[in-house]
């Protein structure tokens, strides 16, 4: 039986981050290349715009590194965090790349928190998003967003 005959099934693969994953190294080498690091409470992120095509799928990367903790943490990290934004894939920044670099504390974070700070993020990233769009780039030039300054 496929796939498309369950509804179910077919809500969830609309709703996976499957195909907007970051996965290959030179997409993360790019996208740290075009982007600045920003600060949130329990995490870093980027934003890169895509450089071939505008209108193209947001992607997501998510980095956990040994000084988060032993394997079985820094997995239990990225699995809340990619929960996270399956829940809310509809808010990904079309036409960009999003890598967050989690702390520790997501760990312990209670998951409300952890969502609650994903969806501000994602907020913040299409707003920012939608305001380098409306800025006319000079045809050749390299694109890099830069945030307001508070």
Not at 64 to 91: F, Q, S, Y
Request: glycine share 4%; proline share 5%.
């Amino acid at each position: 039986m496929n796939p498309e005959s369950r509804p179910a099934e077919r809500n969830s693969l609309r709703n996976s981050l499957r195909g907007a994953r970051l996965r290959r190294h030179g997409d993360y080498v790019r996208a740290y290349a075009a982007s600045r690091k920003r600060q949130s409470q329990s995490m870093s992120w980027f934003l890169a715009p895509h450089a071939e095509d505008a209108a193209s799928a947001a992607r997501v990367g998510l980095t956990a590194g040994k000084v988060l903790g032993k394997a079985h943490e820094r997995n239990r990290i990225k699995r809340r965090m990619r929960e996270a934004l399956r829940r809310h894939v509809n808010l990904l920044p079309t036409g960009c790349d999003l890598i967050f670099h989690p702390r520790r504390s997501v760990l312990t974070l209670e998951f409300a928190k952890l969502e609650a700070e994903i969806v501000r993020i994602l907020n913040e990233a299409a707003a920012e998003a939608l305001r380098a769009a409306r800025q006319p780039a000079a045809i050749g030039a390299e694109v890099r967003w830069s945030t307001p300054k508070s």
